[in-house]
């Protein structure tokens, strides 16, 4: 799959800290695209390549949209 190197496309990241102080970060728009790092930087950065490695079998022109993110609320009894 070839990219288009002049067009800027946009992935939703999620970013997560663990137990450890880890950084976890995954793109959505990938299945079982995660990489982690132990500063924001860090990880913001693999998560860039792995972002790469998938592009590689897929077009992000045939990827699901992201339309936004959203959070509930949920009070364990």
Same mark, same amino acid.
């Given at each position: 799959?070839? @990219? =288009?190197?002049?067009?800027?496309?946009?992935?939703?990241?999620?970013?997560?800290?663990? #137990? *450890?102080?880890?950084?976890?970060?995954?793109?959505?728009?990938?299945?079982?695209?995660?990489?982690?790092?132990?500063? @924001? =930087?860090?990880?913001?950065?693999?998560?860039?390549?792995?972002?790469?490695?998938?592009? #590689? *079998?897929?077009?992000?022109?045939?990827?699901?949209?992201?339309?936004?993110?959203?959070?509930?609320?949920?009070?364990? @009894?």
């Amino acid at each position: 799959m070839k @990219v =288009d190197k002049k067009k800027l496309y946009h992935f939703p990241i999620f970013l997560e800290q663990d #137990e *450890d102080g880890v950084y976890i970060v995954s793109c959505p728009s990938f299945k079982g695209c995660h990489s982690y790092g132990k500063t @924001v =930087d860090e990880a913001m950065s693999n998560i860039r390549e792995a972002i790469a490695l998938c592009l #590689e *079998d897929e077009d992000p022109n045939q990827l699901n949209q992201f339309i936004g993110f959203r959070e509930i609320e949920y009070q364990a @009894v």
